[in-house]
């Protein structure tokens, strides 16, 4: 495997991270099916900060810090491609945007994760669990 470089905020190619989100998420589905995402604007707009995980000039890893505009972020949208999955470049973004959201002055940082990814954020990350509550609107 090359090197990987982290970069922080790097320019987005809408279709670029849709079809990387797209295959990380929903391997078994059609390339037909890839809905193209605003992500660049959505980014602008609504985040504290962004890094891109890149194998030459190709974006192989994504995660994204959402914040309130004060002390509290949280992390959306961890993406690996799945031919680095596994090798590390999932905790180094992590790491790295949220060293990045303490940099900015967040005093926490949150994410929300399904139990077979809790060894990767807690014991990968150093993500504590905490209590939490959800409302849904989907019936459960």
């Known amino acids: 495997m090359t090197e ?3 970069k922080v905020k790097p320019g987005v190619d ?6 990387l989100h797209h295959r990380a998420f929903s391997p078994d589905s059609k390339e037909d099916d890839i809905s193209i995402i605003p992500w660049a604007s959505r980014l602008e707009r609504h985040s504290l900060t962004w890094i891109g995980a890149y194998e030459s000039e190709t974006l192989v890893g994504f995660v994204n810090a ?3 505009g004060g002390k509290h972020a949280f992390l959306l949208d961890t993406v690996v491609h799945q031919d680095f999955q596994r090798s590390g470049v999932g905790q180094k973004l992590v ?4 060293e990045e959201a303490f940099r900015a002055g967040c005093e926490w940082v949150h994410v929300d994760y399904d139990p077979e990814y809790a060894p990767f954020y807690q014991n990968g990350c150093g993500f504590t669990p905490t209590p ?3 409302r849904s609107s989907r019936p459960t």
Do not use: H, K, R
């Not at 790491?95 to 949220?98: C, E, I, M, R």
């Open 4 to 6: 990987i470089l982290l």
């Open 95 to 98: 790491n790295a945007v949220t």
């Open 132 to 134: 939490a509550g959800l």
């Open 66 to 68: 959402v914040w309130d």
């Open 14 to 19: 809408d279709a670029e991270l849709s079809v």
